[in-house]
């Protein structure tokens, strides 16, 4: 019998809304964090099936009958596993790696295990870095970002510093074998066979899945002139770009407690909404959505608002990543800022109060002016956006993070 490899199962139940799926057989109704219906694997009068969204997975107190997506869909269908996966897979676009090899999948998950835990490591060096007297420019950085150290902390941002062999040395130290930290893509190979760090003289923001786990990097650089401004890390066998969105792991819960998120380009962008105590934020981190993305954050919310720069590329990118959430079946509202405005500059220069002021103002994407006027949308849950909706949608958010001493001057305005 076909095996499916672990990492694969994890992509698909990240991709396949079980909500989503249950809904489109048993009437649901939200109940605080999950959703409510009559079980349909016993007779009921009374609704003891609950679904949750978040956690992935479907219980039902009066039969006892619960377990994830693939459960339910063995179960509904009256399918075996390998075949309730397919159905899944084929659904929602993910791609099946058939193996009938135990030994190699046994292997590859091993793999992803030590490729996990390299990624822990490298990201409390960074931190290390950061925090250490090679740090000081890094730090300077930040402060002048007006990041303060607790949002740092909070985002586990880290230095990586300007020396080759800095993290690689550190790793085999630790006992990781060259070619483990070649598949990390945090080390690199470059001519004459000589391997050294990716990310050097960089401020380092991992990337971590909706689980929390760190399985990328993001680098900015902080040289004069350093070339790119950011490097991220490649695709590896734990890390699909399209699949994965920045912050999530941080903010998916008060997106799912309030039903919307608020979508931006940056990192920074992020990392300053949030400071500012506005929760439920996300980011696509310059590259253009995914349908995977919308989908990923459809588990979570129902509503976002997309606010991108200004400036023709950033209105581009908000157009196409419209179309995507609606087709996905999102409410999607777009917020503009003014010329020369990010969310990162609009919060430091104007405080948290004018960007929540551009939320509060965003408009129904399907009302918005869009430079694309051809643009085909279609809505597949029928959900799209016909009008504004009450903002905040619910008990809105909490005080923004008291700053650190040692931040304190970076106070915003
Ligand atoms: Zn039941």
Redesign the pocket.
């Known amino acids: 019998m076909a095996r499916f490899p672990p990492g694969f199962l994890d992509d698909l139940k990240a991709q396949a809304d079980i909500v989503q799926v249950v809904q489109e057989v048993v009437a649901l109704r939200r109940a605080g964090t999950s959703h409510k219906g009559l079980?349909p694997?016993?007779t009921e009068k009374t609704p003891?099936?609950t679904v949750n969204g978040d956690r992935g997975f479907f219980h039902?107190f009066?039969?006892g009958?619960g377990g994830d997506v693939i459960k339910f869909v063995q179960l509904h269908e009256s399918l075996t596993f390998p075949d309730a996966v397919q159905a899944l897979a084929q659904r929602f676009g993910v791609q099946v790696p058939v193996s009938d090899d135990p030994t190699r999948d046994a292997a590859a998950e091993t793999e992803r295990e030590t490729l996990l835990a390299v990624h822990e490591r490298a990201r409390d060096y960074f931190r290390e870095q950061l925090a250490a007297p090679a740090g000081t420019e890094a730090r300077a950085h930040l402060d002048a970002r007006a990041v303060r150290p607790a949002t740092a902390e909070q985002l586990g941002l880290g230095f990586a510093p300007g020396q080759r062999e800095g993290l690689k040395r550190h790793l085999l130290d630790a006992g990781y074998s060259l070619d483990i930290l070649l598949k990390s893509g945090l080390v690199v190979e470059r001519e004459g066979a000589r391997t050294v760090d990716r990310f050097r003289n960089r401020l380092t923001i991992p990337i971590c899945r909706d689980g929390g786990s760190v399985v990328a990097f993001g680098g900015r650089a902080l040289g004069m002139g350093q070339q790119p401004k950011y490097l991220n890390s490649p695709e590896t066998p734990l890390y699909a770009k399209s699949r994965t969105l920045y912050g999530l792991h941080l903010t998916k819960k008060a997106i799912h407690r309030l039903g919307y998120a608020i979508l931006v380009e940056g990192y920074f962008d992020l990392a300053q909404v949030v400071q500012g105590g506005i929760e439920p934020v996300v980011a696509t981190c310059g590259t253009a959505l995914t349908a995977s993305q919308a989908r990923l954050l459809r588990r979570f919310a129902s509503k976002v608002i997309v606010s991108f720069d200004p400036d023709a590329a950033g209105q581009a990118a908000a157009v196409r990543s419209g179309e995507l959430l609606v087709a996905e079946g999102l409410e999607v509202n777009v917020a503009l800022l003014p010329p020369g405005e990010d969310p990162d500059v609009c919060v430091r220069r104007r405080g948290r109060e004018a960007f929540a002021d551009t939320l509060k103002q965003s408009r129904p994407y399907l009302e918005s002016p869009r430079p694309d006027a051809t643009s085909r949308v279609t809505s597949r849950g029928g959900r799209s956006s016909r009008r504004c909706w009450p903002w905040p949608p619910a008990s809105p958010t909490r005080r923004p993070v008291t700053s650190s001493p040692t931040g304190s001057r970076n106070e915003l305005a």
Do not use: A
């Open positions: 079980c694997f016993h003891s099936f039902c009066g039969c009958t």
